[in-house]
Nanobody, 128 residues
Framework: QVQLVESGGGLVQAGDSLRLSCTASGLAFSRYNMAWFRRAPGKEREFVATMTWSGLTTYYADSVKGRFTISRDNAKNTVYLQMNSLKAEDTAAYYC?????????????????????WGQGTQVTVSS
């Protein structure tokens, strides 16, 4: 049974930092590209950041570029999202997704339908 469990969300002030974690079980983590998406109230889920299985390639949404950093530790089956200089508009539920790529080397995707597995989400609220 595949599980992705996010943690690290909370209530912070604008300008603060948070680090989200997503720990996977039941899958061969190093064969998955991993990503973070978010959904704000009343909005569609949107792409935030993604990283290839190797950790060599990352891709960010323009809205978070320069402020957020995605990373992974394949030995711990965990992907992270370091969020700095948080803004009120970053308020959302944050979800990690896993996209099986095996040995194909397929590029990381920013499209949510490419991700087979999802966590339950962790809430980030930024007060201005």
């Amino acid at each position: 049974q595949v599980q992705l469990v996010e943690s690290g969300g909370g209530l912070v002030q604008a300008g603060d930092s948070l680090r989200l974690s997503c720990t996977a079980s039941g899958l061969a983590f190093s064969r998955y590209n991993m990503a973070w998406f978010r959904r704000a109230p009343g909005k569609e889920r949107e792409f935030v950041a993604t990283m290839t299985w190797s950790g060599l390639t990352t891709y960010y949404a323009d809205s978070v570029k320069g402020r957020f950093t995605i990373s992974r530790d394949n030995a711990k089956n965990t992907v992270y999202l370091q969020m700095n200089s948080l803004k009120a508009e970053d308020t959302a539920a944050y979800y990690c997704g896993a996209d099986y790529v095996g040995a194909s080397g397929r590029p990381a995707s920013s499209l949510n339908y490419d991700y087979e597995y999802w966590g339950q989400g962790t809430q980030v609220t930024v007060s201005s």
